[in-house]
T-cell receptor, first 113, second 114 residues
Framework: DAKTTQPNSMESNEEEPVHLPCNHS???????IHWYRQLPSQGPEYVIH???SNVNNRMASLAIAEDRKSSTLILHRATLRDAAVYYC??????????????FGKGTLLTVNP | DTGVSQNPRHKITKRGQNVTFRCDPI?????LYWYRQTLGQGPEFLTY????????KSRLLSDRFSAERPKGSFSTLEIQRTEQGDSAMYLC????????????FGQGTRLTVV
């Protein structure tokens, strides 16, 4: 599986934007970029995904570099409830809609009040 | 609550005992996954089902582990002769076969083997 690299941790202040980076230099043409987050004592939660174009949903925005070798998850206004581990995952869809996901260690986001 | 449900939430067992966990997926989801997560690590894939068929098993799933999904609805994960190294959070997820809605995870079952 193609690998992703994320910072171990990041800090943000409440109500400020947060940009969480992810490098995936070995991404293939059939890899979608997925983001999940895991709040303390909870299972992972789907955040957003994209292939080539930037994507927006109610939770976040995903900015994908033109060469697709990196991406950035953007939380527009961080709240205390956004404190979590954020995982950037490449999902190969060439074999069908299979959510056999390979999680790394992710980025631990701390949000300061 | 229409999310993925896992029971029990916590289980403490003595080494050598057998344990069984249950997962109830979102009702219209035909794919079901089991993951294991140890402290400080991301979840690791164990196995997945499409309806009642178990389509893939990770090398992490030793012969002491068995998973079933009778009738393609709920699933059980059994660990026989538990070892201390089995202590972890066991997560279940479900998804649709088609579309790109993401996988939905339950809150997990935390197993402690003493």
């Amino acid at each position: 599986d193609a690998k992703t690299t994320q910072p171990n941790s990041m800090e943000s202040n409440e109500e400020e934007p947060v940009h969480l980076p992810c490098n995936h230099s070995t991404i293939s043409g059939t890899d979608y970029i997925h983001w999940y987050r895991q709040l303390p004592s909870q299972g992972p939660e789907y955040v957003i995904h994209g292939l080539t174009s930037n994507v927006n949903n109610r939770m976040a925005s995903l900015a994908i570099a033109e060469d697709r070798k990196s991406s950035t998850l953007i939380l527009h206004r961080a709240t205390l409830r956004d404190a979590a581990v954020y995982y950037c995952i490449l999902r190969d869809v060439s074999g069908g809609s299979n959510y056999k996901l390979t999680f790394g260690k992710g980025t631990l986001l701390t949000v300061n009040p | 609550d229409t999310g993925v449900s896992q029971n029990p939430r916590h289980k403490i067992t003595k080494r050598g005992q057998n344990v069984t966990f249950r997962c109830d997926p979102i009702s219209e989801h035909n794919r079901l996954y089991w993951y294991r997560q140890t402290l400080g690590q991301g979840p690791e894939f164990l196995t997945y089902f499409q309806n009642e068929a178990q389509l893939e098993k990770s090398r992490l799933l030793s012969d002491r582990f068995s998973a079933e999904r009778p009738k393609g609805s709920f699933s059980t994960l059994e660990i026989q002769r538990t070892e201390q190294g089995d202590s972890a959070m066991y997560l279940c997820a479900s998804s649709l076969t088609t579309g790109m809605t993401g996988a939905f995870f339950g809150q997990g079952t935390r197993l402690t083997v003493v």
